[in-house]
């Protein structure tokens, strides 16, 4: 057992820090959480020095490494900034669905352009009546001659108003259970795919999002990812490992939180001392110093183990559940320590609070994590 990263991992660390600490200023982080915009400029740079798609293969214009060295780009990014870098670090979402189940077209089509900044992606699996039912969809893709037409409607799906493949899942046969006729198609931006885009969320401003409707969209059996009603088990292999992605960001935001927070306790003076001189704050700071790094040993566990060629949903989500909830708690303790001025956006920790929550919500709920691991405990008792 090793608990050191290799060379090459210390130099993207390193690499990925640098950027970021020059990149994602407070002022830029602000302007686009409240305009609510892309950071398309940042994006692009990011995608030419090989921060997106680290985890691609060579051939695909990636780096050929793994989900460890993505989840430490990932973690860097979100630490610089919650706003920045969880924009960036989803604009190739759904890729990896492609990388395990696409053909050699639609890899070599799509994972070039996404590594190189030139497409970004979105995957649609959500419906207005299935979010954490994912059995319960509706959108339909009708074969029609040599053609399938695709109806129906996804709703909460990041990067919608940006993206320029969809990855769409829709039932294909009915069967029971319903999940056996669901498949996966790719699709390019076009007229039949129409976008309408979300406002006013609480965070993660600049990272999209959108309902997309599917009027007659017409696609041919290459837009077929992988093997026909497939679709529903490729997801959940999908969701193996994009869930430690989303652990790594929620992991991130919170250590970014703590680093702030830290920082104002020491130059932060009342009754002639710094504030971080009191015990008490002290005994909380540490308190959540060992609870960032109990989650961050989880979650490369997490990272290990997908790497490995061992995925396990129980520990994926384990790592999901434990992060999504440290980085609520430490951002919520840091607005806290602030005092009012946590409360004002000039001292950044009330928006890692606002971005931190989504890691809650998104890729399964806490409580769909609770239930993939009860079932790992438990089987089926019924």
Not at 181 to 210: D, N
Request: glycine residues 8%; hydrophobic residues 40%; aromatic residues 10%.
């Amino acid at each position: 057992m090793q608990f050191e990263f290799t060379q090459e991992q210390e130099d993207i660390r390193r690499a990925v820090r640098d950027f970021a600490t020059k990149e994602f200023l407070k002022e830029k982080a602000e302007e686009f959480d409240k305009k609510e915009e892309f950071p398309f400029e940042i994006w692009k740079k990011a995608c030419e020095l090989g921060f997106i798609g680290t985890h691609f293969p060579e051939e695909y214009g990636g780096a050929g490494m793994g989900c460890l060295e993505n989840i430490i780009v990932t973690e860097e990014f979100c630490r610089a900034d919650s706003t920045i870098g969880s924009a960036i670090i989803l604009s190739d979402f759904s890729c990896e669905l492609l990388i395990m189940f696409g053909s050699e077209e639609q890899k070599r089509e799509v994972l070039q352009k996404v590594a190189k900044g030139k497409a970004i992606t979105a995957g649609c699996y959500t419906e207005p009546e299935a979010g954490s039912d994912l059995t319960a969809i509706r959108t339909k893709a009708v074969r029609d001659g040599d053609e399938w037409v695709i109806n129906g409607s996804k709703t909460f799906i990041t990067n919608a108003p940006i993206a320029d493949y969809f990855i769409i899942l829709a039932v294909t046969e009915e069967t029971q259970p319903r999940y056996r006729g669901f498949t996966t198609f790719l699709a390019k931006k076009c007229p039949e795919i129409k976008v309408t885009p979300i406002k006013g969320k609480h965070g993660i401003r600049a990272s999209p999002t959108g309902e997309v409707a599917f009027k007659d969209l017409r696609v041919g059996d290459d837009a077929i990812i992988g093997t026909l009603n497939r679709g529903f088990y490729q997801v959940l292999e999908f969701f193996n490992e994009s869930r430690i992605e989303i652990a790594a960001q929620a992991l991130g935001i919170a250590q970014g939180a703590f680093d702030r927070t830290v920082n104002y306790l020491k130059q932060r003076k009342q009754f002639g001392q710094p504030i971080g001189a009191f015990q008490a704050l002290q005994h909380r700071i540490a308190d959540l110093k060992a609870e960032i790094e109990a989650v961050r040993m989880l979650v490369y566990k997490a990272a290990w183990n997908f790497d490995a060629k061992k995925p396990d949903p129980s520990l994926t989500s384990m790592a999901k559940y434990l992060a999504g909830k440290l980085a609520v708690k430490v951002c919520d303790e840091a607005v806290q320590m602030h005092g009012g001025y946590g409360y004002i956006a000039e001292y950044e920790v009330e928006r890692f609070l606002r971005d931190a929550k989504i890691t809650e919500i998104y890729e399964g709920t806490k409580e769909v994590q609770l239930n993939t691991i009860a079932r790992e405990i438990f089987g089926k008792l019924r």
